[in-house]
């Protein structure tokens, strides 16, 4: 019984094998696809959480607005936020 050769290029395992030359070119076309905002000033490494309570009608409310402007709730109780203490 002959041994098989790995190193045979119509051998199909190496189809699923990378080299590290393949990889690297991967890995940057993962960094050049995330958007970046310039403005050092808006850029937020990690965002909080923020627990609170409401009424059942409030989160029906909101619920149904952001439904009806196709954002999640936090997006938009984030949003109404920022408008908020802009203006103030």
């Not at 808006?42 to 954002?71: C, G």
């Amino acid at each position: 019984m002959s041994k098989k050769s790995f190193t045979n290029i119509e051998n199909p395992a190496l189809n699923f094998i990378s080299t590290p030359k393949e990889e690297a070119q991967t890995e940057s076309k993962k960094t050049q696809n995330v958007p970046v905002k310039l403005n050092p000033i808006y850029i937020e490494t990690k965002s909080k959480r923020f627990n609170f309570l409401m009424q059942p009608s409030l989160y029906d409310k909101i619920s149904n607005r952001a439904r009806v402007e196709n954002k999640s709730m936090s997006d938009l109780i984030h949003s109404v936020l920022d408008d908020y203490f802009d203006k103030n």
